[in-house]
């Protein structure tokens, strides 16, 4: 007699390990938007070339700089330019684009009729170049609108200098140990959104939904560029002296995604104020205030620029004055935000 078979489980059954949520398939079943589909099919794909490019950078002879100068005034790096074309080459090729904008270029690309599509992205491609020849983390951040009028055939910078409230997804991927892509549909009520890349499949899989800041704010952690605190106002001063004197510890990868990252999957807060030299600050509002806000409050946090032009604003609300404006960021944990919003309001 022949040995009976294993009895297979129904298709329910299959577990996790066999059944992959990759990004094409998480996408299908959480947009009926087919060129939003295509649109974040292509940013997933560029991903995943930066991330191959950041990999094999070493052996590539990719480290180093391009001899270049880009659109705030920054070296480029060789790394930056190539994740810049690779961007670009991706976005304006998915046929759902109107309008990019890339840290790395001057002006924003108005993309050709035929091409074109209903969004409009704007994208820093390779953030934290300065960790890039020491092989530490960097990261793409993007943010993605829909057209003011998406049925007219004309686009302009107007469409994408808006404020972040109008985002349709914010995203961004980190190239750390692992390569991860975390996303917020501004609809979905599922939230912000974890991908890994499995490089042996070359797919990013779904690994956590709905993700939030520790409740109560997580670890005692705050993060920013202490070299600059001779430049800060008395309340960034006071704040993180007040962290300081409670024990928090300090951490700071100088690579905006993993220092944000780490805040949300930990707690915590992260900060790059406006200082004396620096009334708008360092970042970016499009390519990196704007979405990284709009993922830490979908995660239960807050983003805000502290005091800012005459006011403590909530960053979201922001309207950039062009595609490079700067604005001071000060997003995290509500525990720790909130310390650093009472310092101000002590202050008035
Ligand atoms: P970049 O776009 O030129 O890479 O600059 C942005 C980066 C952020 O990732 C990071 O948070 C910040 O600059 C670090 O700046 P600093 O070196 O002044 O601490
Ligand atoms: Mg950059």
């Given at each position: 007699m022949p040995e009976a078979r294993t009895t297979r489980g129904s298709v329910e059954d299959v577990s996790a390990e066999q059944d992959f949520m990759n990004l094409g398939r998480w996408l299908m079943e959480n947009t009926s938007d087919k060129e939003l589909t295509v649109l974040m099919a292509q940013l997933g794909l560029a991903c995943k070339a930066t991330s191959r490019a950041c990999a094999k950078a070493g052996i590539a002879g990719?480290?180093?700089?391009?001899g270049e100068v880009n659109s705030t005034g920054d070296d480029q790096k060789k790394l930056d330019v190539l994740s810049d074309e690779i961007f670009v080459s991706a976005l304006i090729n998915s046929g759902a684009c109107a309008v990019l904008v890339s840290e790395e270029r001057d002006e924003a690309i108005i993309v050709p009729e035929e091409k074109a599509g209903r969004f409009c992205v704007a994208f820093d491609?390779?953030?934290?170049?300065?960790n890039i020849d020491c092989n530490v983390s960097t990261g793409t951040i993007f943010a993605v609108y829909e057209k003011l009028h998406p049925d007219s055939k004309d686009s302009s910078e107007a469409d994408i200098l808006r404020t972040g409230t109008d985002i349709v997804v914010a995203g961004y991927c980190m190239y750390g140990a692992a390569t991860e892509l975390v996303l917020c549909f501004r609809?979905?009520?599922?939230?912000v959104e974890r991908f890994s890349l499995d490089p042996s499949l070359g797919e990013f899989i779904h690994t956590h939904t709905a993700v939030k800041i520790p409740p109560g704010g997580g670890k005692k952690i705050y993060s920013c560029n202490e070299g600059n605190s001779c430049n800060w106002d008395a309340p960034i001063l006071d704040a993180v002296a007040q962290f300081k004197a409670e024990g928090y510890s300090a951490r700071y990868v100088g690579s905006m995604v993993s220092d944000v990252h780490r805040t949300i999957l930990y707690g915590g807060i992260y900060i790059y104020p406006a200082d004396k030299k620096s009334a708008k600050g360092k970042?970016?509002?499009?390519?990196?205030?704007f979405p990284m806000a709009l993922i830490v409050e979908t995660a239960g946090g807050i983003g805000s620029t502290g005091l800012f032009q005459g006011k403590v604003q909530r960053m979201l609300d922001l309207v950039p004055g062009s595609i490079h404006d700067r604005c001071p960021v000060i997003l995290g944990s509500p525990r720790d935000v909130k310390l650093v919003l009472s310092k101000y309001e002590a202050g008035n």
């Amino acid at each position: 007699m022949p040995e009976a078979r294993t009895t297979r489980g129904s298709v329910e059954d299959v577990s996790a390990e066999q059944d992959f949520m990759n990004l094409g398939r998480w996408l299908m079943e959480n947009t009926s938007d087919k060129e939003l589909t295509v649109l974040m099919a292509q940013l997933g794909l560029a991903c995943k070339a930066t991330s191959r490019a950041c990999a094999k950078a070493g052996i590539a002879g990719l480290f180093g700089l391009a001899g270049e100068v880009n659109s705030t005034g920054d070296d480029q790096k060789k790394l930056d330019v190539l994740s810049d074309e690779i961007f670009v080459s991706a976005l304006i090729n998915s046929g759902a684009c109107a309008v990019l904008v890339s840290e790395e270029r001057d002006e924003a690309i108005i993309v050709p009729e035929e091409k074109a599509g209903r969004f409009c992205v704007a994208f820093d491609p390779l953030d934290g170049s300065s960790n890039i020849d020491c092989n530490v983390s960097t990261g793409t951040i993007f943010a993605v609108y829909e057209k003011l009028h998406p049925d007219s055939k004309d686009s302009s910078e107007a469409d994408i200098l808006r404020t972040g409230t109008d985002i349709v997804v914010a995203g961004y991927c980190m190239y750390g140990a692992a390569t991860e892509l975390v996303l917020c549909f501004r609809s979905n009520d599922a939230g912000v959104e974890r991908f890994s890349l499995d490089p042996s499949l070359g797919e990013f899989i779904h690994t956590h939904t709905a993700v939030k800041i520790p409740p109560g704010g997580g670890k005692k952690i705050y993060s920013c560029n202490e070299g600059n605190s001779c430049n800060w106002d008395a309340p960034i001063l006071d704040a993180v002296a007040q962290f300081k004197a409670e024990g928090y510890s300090a951490r700071y990868v100088g690579s905006m995604v993993s220092d944000v990252h780490r805040t949300i999957l930990y707690g915590g807060i992260y900060i790059y104020p406006a200082d004396k030299k620096s009334a708008k600050g360092k970042l970016r509002v499009l390519y990196e205030g704007f979405p990284m806000a709009l993922i830490v409050e979908t995660a239960g946090g807050i983003g805000s620029t502290g005091l800012f032009q005459g006011k403590v604003q909530r960053m979201l609300d922001l309207v950039p004055g062009s595609i490079h404006d700067r604005c001071p960021v000060i997003l995290g944990s509500p525990r720790d935000v909130k310390l650093v919003l009472s310092k101000y309001e002590a202050g008035n």
